[in-house]
């Protein structure tokens, strides 16, 4: 996000260092819930580029309770696109990069668990994703972080969104040989 200087970008600024010295304040989450809320997109004549200090406010409130986090899923979203510009190609990314770039990314890892999805795009990412690991991933007895904690988040993610993700016959067949 860009904004004109002074303002918003101060107000991001210090409740970033709240949070990073008291992340378990309710009030602090609250405050950056109806900030993000409430900003505006850019518009012409802005220049300052806020993106990565949204998407450490975001990685912190994914990480916590505190807040409604279905309404934050579109910042969310557009923070995770300028994060891993993937898009649909993902199948040209090997398991490795993706285990690595997402199973690292917390405000990935919150979306999944914490926000019943309804964004096409993120089903169809979540979706590749989910057969590349599937298909393509060597499975053996044990399974390292941030694998781990990318198949738990999706796990999470089939919970919320009760399961309504598309399975073909090879990811079922897969399935099937995983669990002989």
């Keep these: 996000m860009i904004v004109e200087e002074g303002g918003m970008a101060e107000t991001c600024l210090r409740l970033r260092a709240c949070l990073a010295e008291t992340p378990d304040v309710p009030h602090l989450h609250e405050e950056v819930y109806w900030l993000l809320r409430q900003s505006t997109r850019p518009g012409p004549g802005t220049h300052l580029d806020l993106s990565p200090i949204i998407a450490d406010l975001l990685d912190v409130l994914f990480a916590r309770d505190f807040v409604r986090h279905s ?19 993902v199948s040209s990314v090997t398991p490795e990069a993706l285990e690595l770039a997402l199973g690292a990314d917390a405000l990935f890892l919150g979306l999944l668990r914490r926000v019943v999805n309804t964004d096409l795009q993120v089903e169809r990412i979540v979706r590749k994703v989910r057969r590349v690991l599937l298909l393509e991933t060597p499975w053996n007895s044990e399974v390292q972080p941030p694998l781990l904690s990318l198949l738990v988040a999706f796990t999470e993610q089939g919970f919320n969104n009760e399961s309504i993700l598309h399975e073909d016959e090879e990811e079922r067949q897969a399935l099937d040989a995983l669990a002989r």
Excluded: M, S, Y
Excluded at 71 to 77: G, Q, Y
Excluded at 82 to 88: F, K, N, S, Y
């Design 71 to 89: 309404d934050l899923a579109e910042r969310a979203v557009e923070q995770l696109q300028r994060r891993h510009p993937i898009g649909l190609n």
